[in-house]
């Protein structure tokens, strides 16, 4: 009997008929695939040294947003200090959802967050094996399409929120961006399905709803899902009719809907903020080629993907990430570089694609998995000099703790301080700042500044003891954390030093509140 064809181009012989076997001959025939014993390994590894490193950048202010939700779930305060927390982007679906979860289990908001690393990461793997299942049946695709991922980056370590290569997961593992990445990735895997049989209107309001919590939890990675979903759609939707047109149209009217309705914050308002475009210019310049360029390895695979199907859905992708990106850039909307994590992806699922191509390989394929081989190389030892001190290789910066001083302030309290560090770290203990480490949108430029200036000149050495005391009465700080060598404002306490910075943690006379 002739063979039957299969995806990856391969055939199989007619099936046998076989007798059912009962669950324990099934259960003894059944092995783990190499995916599920790589994505294992990995979880463990990754949550592991995750759970390991001290708190870092963005996770103090995620933490204190759950912190927030906990005390109050329908008017939470700013994560960051204290005034009412109304339209603040910080308050997600996901966010909310941690903070009812803080709320029911009595956990404090930062350890919620840290138990959060292993679901975030399976979430995650789950999304690698989903997409590409849709790319190709063969086994090994998504163990090299995970190998990719992780290491075709570039040569040196770039840690950001929407980075996922190990270095940056070991920080960023908790962050509502990899939770956006995950899911963007199963909403990828779900709208090609959909394009490819002609999916009902169930599928397609699933798809918006999908789409909605993206935009919701990381607007600028709803722009590269939206860019996926329209290049799979182009790519791959069979027989377009009105129906067809009608449900893809649902799909948006869904995603729009759930948006607006969201009672916390209006997602749409900020499409022109520029309040934090200028943190961003530091993912373009001379970074393009240390931070990203190993993953232009990938590109002959998309080449070859381009002419099998000059519709195919990975160069559409890789090429509308570019437009993004470059938008960003020429427009001054620095922002929009945060498209980069995204952007690497199509070459390296087409990468991964094109090496479990069935044997022989011609010259131009063999080259292309000896180069492959050799980035990959290049990446694990710059991914690896990332976690663990190497010499010569860069090593990302660790802090250090502040549990130190965070034991001494109880949640909600307000700290005046100017150190980078601690200003990042301290709300995640539920601890207010007078001016926060972050811009958040929902509070007026005016605000933010004053708050700002109003901190500088606290800090300033040549600030009187009044001048002091009416800026921590202003904003009711009961607690200043004094670098080394700052002088010890007047009618302050000693509390506690640190051990490893020098750093004093200070009680303030009390103010009426």
Not at 16 to 39: D, F, I, K, T, V
Not at 144 to 172: D, E, H, K, V
Not at 299 to 316: G, M
Not at 445 to 467: C, G, I, K, L
Request: charged share 15%; net charge positive; proline share 7%.
């Amino acid at each position: 009997m002739a063979g039957v064809l299969t995806t990856d181009g391969g055939s199989t012989g007619a099936r046998r008929r076989e007798p059912r076997a009962g669950g324990a001959a099934r259960l003894a025939r059944w092995r783990p695939s190499p995916y599920a014993l790589a994505a294992t390994a990995f979880l463990v590894l990754i949550t592991v040294l995750a759970w390991r490193n001290n708190i870092i950048s963005d996770f103090g202010q995620h933490a204190s947003a759950i912190d927030r939700i906990k005390a109050d779930p329908l008017h939470p305060a700013n994560p960051l200090v204290d005034v009412s927390g109304d339209n603040s982007p910080y308050y997600s679906p996901l966010i909310v959802l941690l903070g009812l979860i803080a709320k029911v289990t009595g956990l404090a908001g930062w350890q919620v967050l840290k138990g959060w690393a292993p679901v975030n990461l399976a979430f995650f793997l789950a999304g690698v094996a989903a997409f590409s299942r849709t790319l190709s049946r063969n086994r090994w695709v998504p163990v090299l399409a995970l190998a990719a991922l992780m290491l075709l980056w570039g040569i040196r370590p770039a840690a950001w929120s929407g980075f996922l290569n190990p270095g940056a997961l070991t920080r960023n593992v908790t962050f509502p961006s990899t939770f956006a990445i995950a899911l963007t990735l199963h909403t990828w895997a779900l709208t090609a399905r959909a394009a490819r049989a002609r999916a009902g209107l169930l599928t397609h309001a699933v798809i918006g709803v999908c789409m909605g919590l993206i935009l919701l939890i990381h607007p600028i990675t709803s722009i590269g899902a939206a860019a996926g979903i329209a290049a799979i759609v182009v790519g791959w939707q069979r027989n377009w009719d009105r129906t067809v047109a009608a449900r893809w149209a649902l799909t948006v009217a869904v995603a729009v809907v759930l948006a607006v309705a969201w009672p916390y914050y209006d997602v749409f308002a900020l499409a022109g903020d520029t309040t934090v475009d200028k943190f961003h210019k530091q993912l373009y310049g001379r970074r393009l080629i240390t931070w990203y360029g190993l993953s232009l390895v990938g590109v002959p695979a998309l080449w070859l993907r381009f002419r099998r199907h000059r519709l195919d859905p990975l160069p559409l992708l890789w090429l509308a990430d570019i437009a993004i990106a470059a938008y960003g850039w020429f427009s001054g909307r620095y922002t929009y570089g945060r498209i980069f994590g995204l952007l690497l992806a199509p070459p390296q699922f087409a990468l991964a694609v094109e090496l479990v191509r069935a044997r022989p390989w011609g010259l131009a394929r063999r080259v292309m998995a000896a180069v492959a081989a050799g980035a990959a190389a290049i990446g694990l030892a710059v991914q690896t000099g990332s976690i663990v001190q190497i010499p010569h290789l860069q090593h990302l910066a660790t802090w250090p703790s502040y549990r130190w001083a965070s034991d001494h302030i109880p949640v909600g309290d307000v700290v005046l301080s100017d150190d980078y560090r601690a200003t990042h770290v301290l709300p995640a203990y539920g601890i207010f700042l007078v001016s926060g480490a972050w811009p958040d949108p929902s509070l007026p430029v005016a605000v933010r500044n004053r708050r700002s200036h109003d901190v500088r000149v606290y800090f300033s050495p040549h600030a009187t003891p009044a001048v002091q005391h009416l800026v921590a009465t202003r904003y009711h700080a009961a607690w200043a954390l004094l670098d080394h060598g700052q002088p010890l404002p007047a009618g302050g306490k000693l509390v506690a030093t640190s051990p490893q910075t020098g750093e004093r943690l200070v009680r303030l006379t009390p103010t009426p509140r």
